[in-house]
T-cell receptor
Framework: GENVEQHPSTLSVQEGDSAVIKCTYS??????FPWYKQELGKRPQLIID?????GEKKDQRIAVTLNKTAKHFSLHITETQPEDSAVYFC????????????FGKGTTLSVSS | GAVVSQHPSRVICKSGTSVKIECRSL??????MFWYRQFPKQSLMLMAT?????????EQGVEKDKFLINHASLTLSTLTVTSAHPEDSSFYIC?????????????FGPGTRLTVL
């Protein structure tokens, strides 16, 4: 089955710096790669996603890049703010649409002011 | 749009009892819903895929007789933890497949924190 590795497990940055989180996956048939943000005790919130036919996608301070050949994708957050502090999960959907997401282990991002 | 609710948000029960958790898609129809379990400071682990009108598909290691899933309508899936034990204490989160305008993604419910005494 699909195996998703996420790094780093923790990331501490100063406000205004950039943060990068990387995930690798094993199944070359994977076709959908969302990123979720989860605050303590709350639901995961979809923040950005990318599909296998696109190499990069940006939404304001957040961007995701995908390298299908290397089977990795990354989340980039620029101009970080304290409210960006949370746990971020990458996920991968392998196979046909409608199948479940497989999640990475998460990255705890701390942004200090 | 794409709001998913769960009920209850918290439940405390005695060992040996059964607990039912509801997952509803409030403003869209979801032919597929998913159930995840999340232990403290860990990732979301897929338990099962719930398809409306058919039997759920369980992940390896998840006992289907212990975690009963019913997806009786396009907006409701239920998870029943039968004969709960303290090791079943966890955060249970559902998600619903959202299809609209070329989008195919999943939105999560707020989760249910189960504590088994």
């Amino acid at each position: 089955g699909e195996n998703v590795e996420q790094h780093p497990s923790t990331l501490s940055v100063q406000e205004g710096d950039s943060a990068v989180i990387k995930c690798t996956y094993s199944d070359s048939a994977s076709n959908y790669f969302p990123w979720y943000k989860q605050e303590l005790g709350k639901r995961p919130q979809l923040i950005i996603d990318i599909r296998s036919n696109v190499g990069e996608k940006k939404d304001q301070r957040i961007a995701v890049t995908l390298n299908k050949t290397a089977k990795h994708f990354s989340l980039h957050i620029t101009e970080t703010q304290p409210e960006d502090s949370a746990v971020y999960f990458c996920a991968v959907r392998a196979g046909q649409a409608g199948t479940a997401l497989i999640f990475g282990k998460g990255t705890t991002l701390s942004v200090s002011s | 749009g794409a709001v998913v609710s769960q009920h209850p948000s918290r439940v405390i029960c005695k060992s040996g009892t059964s607990v039912k958790i509801e997952c509803r898609s409030l403003d869209f129809q979801a032919t597929t819903m998913f159930w995840y379990r999340q232990f403290p400071k860990q990732s979301l682990m897929l338990m099962a895929t719930s398809n409306e009108g058919s039997k759920a598909t369980y992940e390896q290691g998840v006992e289907k007789d212990k975690f009963l899933i019913n997806h009786a309508s396009l907006t409701l899936s239920t998870l029943t933890v039968t004969s709960a034990h303290p090791e079943d204490s966890s955060f249970y989160i559902c998600s619903a497949r959202y299809l609209a305008g070329g989008t195919d993604t999943q939105y999560f419910g707020p989760g249910t924190r189960l504590t088994v005494l």
